[in-house]
């Protein structure tokens, strides 16, 4: 007899052998518990038995530890925290994010395993989500396990994930095969560390150079867009992770090429908004059955994306089908009072956001501080509890679907070590980071150089730079090569020489790409003592382009040239007469047109 307690203590404890556990702790089965009943009806008969609390609690997200999360491992604590009836989804949980460092300040190649030892190696990560969701399984009245969430539109965002060239150097390729290895990969590194739903892929049309996010996108055209999203999208799902695509809708084409604080309302007219910009979210998210949507920041025609049901409720779901969980992006909903003034207050913005279709609220703040206001307008009579039954019942779904409520999110964790940036992931890396490579000039046969070569002078702002290959949404943490340790190591031996030339901006930056100056000084100096070299050298490599200051979210430029004194570098470099190759790293297309007319090969 005591054989038999102890073996069916094992069983429940044990979810990814149970097929069936005690999650309401009631001593039977009930449809929700059974793996064999279909999706809905599990969904109806756990919603049945959910409390307006526990409801509630599934439309918000918690960011993870070091950003919202305090702890790293459930503690007694949690207990007295507003998930102790559950949560949405765990977003960026032990990703390794936070301990780069601030925002402002990031260290991309700080050795995050020295600071936090459960973000790697990926078995330890795997083994902390397992902890975390059975804390949720046993430790919440219903036993609603939490989604597992992350950012993963050039690999998956967590320390030395494998690294993919940016979603616009992928957009270069036009090689779907390509892209749905890449998702294949993206999908199998997260389950291998426990993450279940990546935001990815970025769905948006790149129709405005000027605007920072544009190396997210994978380029201006919507039929490109459409297939390769869908490419990524379709390898996310068929392998067992959501797909949650970002940013709907219009959200790219903010006026003046502007985001960050300005309003980012875009001026679009119908005819456009229809067969461009949601053009491709319809026929991934029918290709695809892609699980989840992030909400955009801005308005149309007036009207606030992350509030209008005509966008998250007749468009997305009456006729694209769209059948899984809108996640706000961080802030939308915040921003629904505080920039576009549509909500007295907050407690009447999260209302909109329901009541238009919205699922999830995620921003970097507690839970606590949707949660309340929604429980509290629902208690006032100010929000229809069937309008929050609708949102809760997407998401249970999704969790049913994902078998996020029958088994641990990593079953075998000593497996993980062996898939995350594994030698057949670097190689696909490898081969994107090839394909994204686009040749946009070589005049005389200049490429390839020869290997013969006995002095070559490597130059430019990017010639040492390494942080453009990393990215908050991606991967970080890996080994990067920069362009000048590349060359040293294919022609170990030639005599490299090094010179900067400039700065990617010059000291009067942003100002000078209006009112422009000649370079004077310690930047002329710069220029000159490249000059020097170059005169001494056999063929010139110079790297130019945008630093990570003027590149990614709320970093828009008011000019598409190239910033600081790099013209100029380029004017005094043609003049040597020697041969000078321009490689170009930069977040947006830009006008090279003085690049293209003075040299005689440019390789993007």
């Not at 919202?68 to 102790?84: A, F, N, Q, S, Y």
């Amino acid at each position: 007899e005591i054989m038999i307690i102890w073996f069916l203590f094992l069983l429940w404890a044990t979810p990814g052998l149970a097929g069936g556990m005690d999650l309401n702790k009631n001593g039977k089965m009930d449809p929700y518990e059974d793996p064999s009943v279909p999706v809905e009806k599990r969904v109806e008969d756990l919603l049945g038995q959910m409390t307006l609390e526990e409801k509630t609690c599934q439309l918000a997200t918690l960011y993870g530890y070091g950003r919202v999360l305090k702890d790293k491992l459930p503690t007694p604590g949690w207990k007295k925290e507003i998930w102790k009836d559950g949560i949405a989804n765990i977003d960026e949980q032990l990703n390794g994010i936070p301990e780069l460092g601030p925002q402002a300040k990031r260290n991309f190649q700080a050795q995050v395993e020295k600071i936090n030892d459960l973000v790697w190696p990926p078995s330890n990560h795997a083994k902390a989500l397992n902890q975390i969701q059975e804390w949720f399984w046993k430790e919440t009245r219903l036993g609603i396990p939490v989604d597992f969430t992350n950012e993963g539109i050039r690999g998956l965002a967590h320390y030395r994930a494998t690294c993919f060239p940016s979603q616009l150097g992928i957009g270069a390729t036009w090689n779907r095969n390509l892209v749905a290895k890449i998702g294949t990969v993206t999908a199998e590194e997260a389950k291998a560390l426990g993450y279940s739903n990546i935001y990815s892929p970025v769905l948006d049309l790149a129709r405005d150079p000027r605007w920072g996010r544009v190396v997210e996108c994978y380029g201006e055209d919507p039929f490109l867009v459409w297939e390769l999203g869908s490419a990524q999208a379709t390898a996310l799902e068929k392998n067992g992770v959501a797909s949650t695509g970002k940013h709907f809708a219009v959200y790219s084409i903010p006026k003046g090429g502007r985001d960050g604080q300005a309003r980012t309302d875009p001026h679009v007219a119908p005819r456009e908004m229809e067969t461009l910009y949601l053009w491709p979210w319809e026929r991934v998210i029918r290709a695809s059955g892609m699980r989840g949507v992030m909400s955009s920041y801005n308005d149309f025609d007036g009207v606030p994306i992350s509030a209008s049901r005509e966008f998250m409720i007749d468009i997305l779901r009456g006729r694209f089908g769209f059948r899984g969980y809108v996640v706000s992006d961080s802030d939308a909903v915040e921003y629904l009072t505080s920039k576009h003034r549509v909500a007295k207050d907050y407690a009447e913005a999260c209302r909109q956001f329901l009541e238009g279709g919205g699922n999830v609220r995620t921003e970097f703040n507690p839970p606590e501080k949707f949660i309340q206001p929604v429980r509290d307008l629902v208690k006032q009579g100010r929000l229809s509890e069937k309008v929050i039954d609708d949102r809760v019942r997407d998401v249970l779904r999704v969790k049913f679907e994902l078998g996020l409520f029958d088994r641990l999110p990593v079953p075998d964790p000593a497996t993980s070590d062996a898939v995350v940036a594994s030698a057949a992931h670097r190689e696909v890396a490898l081969e994107a980071s090839r394909e994204s490579l686009v040749l946009l000039k070589n005049e005389n046969r200049t490429l390839p150089l020869s290997k013969n070569l006995k002095k070559i002078l490597v130059c430019g702002p990017g010639a040492q730079e390494k942080v453009s290959s990393l990215s908050r949404y991606g991967s970080f943490g890996g080994e990067v090569v920069s362009v000048e340790e590349g060359i040293r190591k294919v022609l170990p031996g030639a005599e490299i020489l090094y010179a900067r030339g400039c700065d990617y901006a010059d000291s009067r930056w942003p100002l000078s790409e209006i009112l422009p100056e000649p370079p004077a000084g310690k930047e002329k100096t710069l220029i000159d003592e490249a000059v020097t070299l170059a005169g001494q050298a056999e063929a010139v490599v110079v790297v130019l382009g945008e630093s990570d200051a003027m590149v990614g979210e709320s970093k828009s430029r008011t000019s598409l040239d190239l910033p600081g004194f790099q013209n100029d570098l380029v004017r005094a470099l043609s003049g040597t007469g020697k041969p000078v190759v321009a490689v170009l790293l930069c977040g947006r297309p830009l006008t090279v047109n003085l690049v293209q007319s003075k040299l005689p090969a440019v390789l993007a």
